[in-house]
């Protein structure tokens, strides 16, 4: 296969674009399929601060290098969730990139910050790993970008990531998460009139058009060091269980992905929006009672509880920890 | 594992329902989710006169031995695609179910009313044969229960089925099929005043709570003699691939079928409907010249052909038997 640009040599070939690019090509390709999503989405502006989310992964570290390439004003920013190696290692890996490539890097630790790492947070909560990291990261992430001045969070989410959740969305027909499954969420303001402030902030992810195959040849031919390993507390996961079924039929249909999640954008999405943002689809937003955080009143049952999903998870767990309580059987398991 | 109803030995256990059944509860169970559904989906009165599409396969038989058992007024009906032996053993064993039930069969054959099979259409008119075969199938059932004065055509569609197609739409989200996706389409009138004649009758398919593997086991232990070889013509089918997808997520989390299907009906097709009749959603519809079945009028492009799918398909493939050109490249080929 030849490279469709100078018809050197291929290294690289796409098979839903059907087309093969020698490295400097593909390298080029990436890039700009990333400045057109960019565009197409109006994700930020070149006067933007954005502060990306790293997890010294292909994905992260990939688009940190891009968007350096592409001349955009870019910090990262690293969350320890404390997972053991795992987590000393992508730590590590962010700080050689950024060292690297002399980019600021801001890093902050979960267990320092709450008392408390994803773990942990499981063991004491009963809550699936996945699910806790989920709203750690959610919270972090958003909180950071409010408190170091940040327009905008940029996550590495690529197109598989998105077909998979998308699946998964569309298998349980959760219709408030399609709705909100955009590229661009826009920020959301709380208040009004002279107290209003930004809660949320805006969140783009740029990667949306490229698959994690070519995310990974990218770091690897710009040799960037990233974490390969897989979080090991995933196993089991549904989400890789939705990305498996999908790329058993990308393989006999080539686009299959990027057909499922274009067609969506273009066709569906806006089936599943309420009129007025679709962020917080069906409740009020108001300032959590502890942390002052963004959250929701939903109208249902009367005595509405102003205090954030994190805020109740953390003092739940923060009280177990204190007063550990003998391990409690499983509901299922008691019910026999 | 014991009868859920009775606590004898089961021989059939339905993972999602986590239950088992022996032989009786089981043929109980299905008959009454057959009941349910048709009163659920109000698919049709026992005054009513149902003709029911019956291929020789499990869910066809199956289907019209749970509505006889229901009391319901239901005639057969066999169309011949003339796909060699599988057509012929189908045909022979769905005549030897009336007989032995004592019910009305239907019996017409493609060649004979248009003059052309089902792979002959697909090779005179190079189109995939599944394709084609939708086509001629929905003409005729449609053709066959105005002709005979039927007010409802019956399918045997099972869950698998649905889930298949419903996955196809939502991979290419196609909004106008996901629209018309129900387990009732009701009938279409053409013509106002006292010209006014169903054009389309109300089509129903009562076994869309029912997997595959269900109505074999019913049919299997209610001692029906069905074709169990699959049609010759399916081979590489995007059908059977979204079925393999499917069941392997089944197999993990029973019960993602069914909630796929229901999740859908519930919370997402009002939204690819139209205000006014999905059926044929952004045409009008009018009686094609040809053969005055009802056919489409697409606003776009001005003058409007109105003659209907399968008038246009059987005069090419009728122009090519009389006249046959020599085998044309395919066009990819002509290409290169």
Redesign the interface.
Known sequence: MKCKVCREHAIVDIRRHNAGFCRDHFLEHVTNQVARTIKEFKMFRADERLLLAVSGGKDSLALWDILGQLGYDVTGFYLDLGIGGYSSRSKDLSVVFAGVSGIKLVVRSLNEEHGFTVPELSKLTGRVPCSGCGLNKRYEFNRAALEEGFEVLVTGHNLDDEVATLFGN????N?DMLGRQMPVLTERILGEGESARVALVRKVKPLVKLTERETAAYALLRGIDYVIEECPMVEGN?QH??K???T??EE??PG?KS??YS??L???AD??RSAEGAELDGGEIVACISCGAPTVIWEEGGSAEARCAFCKTKALALKRKQDPEPQRPRRRRARS
């Open positions: 569309v298998l349980h027909w219709t549904t269980r939705y498996e079924a999908i058993m039929l006999t249909s299959t057909q499922f067609g969506f273009k066709k569906a089936r599943f």
